[in-house]
């Protein structure tokens, strides 16, 4: 499946984005997808996944709370909420899919290319 992250952009401390992740090629619905995002220095990192039906979600530590992972099957788009942004949540956030569910990089085969967020104090 190809896929194609938006959303990113500059915000402030506090405020809020929605990143976009479009899918096309294959069925939607066959693929679970997640959100990971890595910051300037630093290895990427999970943030969140979602079953392929959205009956099933997990967010890493750091996002719960703030970050929400959700899907539009009808849409083929995968979104992730961000609330209350911190200067640490910035990153390149890339989304990936796979048939398998999982935390880590090596469960999903497809990735988009990424989409940049930057959160100034």
């Known amino acids: 499946v190809q896929l194609q992250a938006s959303g990113g952009g500059l915000v402030r401390a506090g405020d809020s984005l929605r990143l976009s992740c479009a899918a096309s090629g294959r069925t939607f619905t066959g693929y679970n997808m997640a959100w990971f995002r890595q910051a300037p220095g630093k290895e990427r990192e999970f943030v969140a996944t979602i079953s392929w039906s959205g009956g099933s979600t997990y967010h890493t530590g750091s996002v719960k709370g703030r970050f929400t992972i959700s899907r539009d099957n009808a849409k083929n788009t995968m979104y992730l909420q961000m609330n209350s942004l911190q200067p640490e949540d910035t990153a390149v956030y890339y989304c990936?899919?796979?048939?398998?569910?999982?935390?880590?990089?090596?469960?999903?085969?497809?990735w988009g290319q990424g989409t940049l967020v930057t959160v100034s104090s």
């Open positions: 990936a899919a796979d048939e398998k569910f999982g935390t880590t990089e090596s469960t999903y085969g497809d």
